[in-house]
């Protein structure tokens, strides 16, 4: 079992930036792959970013692409996720989700533990 916390969601106007963390617990963190998904209203759950469990690949979706950062610190059990040059469209809640086994994924369903996400409100 892993459980997973994020933190450092809120409200930031277009253009700015933000830092979520995404705590995790339970399962030996550094050997599993991890993603961050966001969910809005009207749309279905998004991929926006993935990392090995070293942290040495790390694969993005294509709108974020430039934008937003992941990275991971194994020895703290935490995964990041920076955001930079902030949009409107990027409000959503912000959720990690953890691998039981296997390499980076982009699809949701690929991921067994999730945990209850944060909410981003980029104002124009």
């Known amino acids: 079992q892993v459980q997973l916390v994020e933190s450092g969601g809120g409200l930031v106007q277009a253009g700015g930036s933000l830092r979520l963390s995404c705590a995790a617990s339970?399962?030996?963190?550094?050997?599993?792959?991890m993603g961050w998904f966001r969910h809005s209203p009207g749309k279905e759950r998004e991929f926006v970013a993935t990392?090995?469990?070293?942290?040495?690949?790390?694969g993005y979706a294509g709108s974020v692409k430039g934008r937003f950062t992941i990275s991971r610190d194994n020895a703290e059990n935490t995964v990041y996720l920076q955001m930079n040059s902030l949009k409107p469209e990027d409000t959503a809640v912000y959720s990690c989700?953890?691998?039981?086994?296997?390499?980076?994924?982009?699809?949701?369903?690929?991921?067994?533990?999730w945990g209850q996400g944060t909410q981003v409100t980029v104002s124009s």
């Open positions: 989700a953890a691998r039981n086994r296997g390499g980076m994924r982009s699809d949701a369903i690929a991921y067994d533990y």
């Open positions: 339970g399962q030996t963190f550094s050997s599993v792959a």
């Open positions: 990392i090995s469990w070293s942290g040495s690949s790390t």
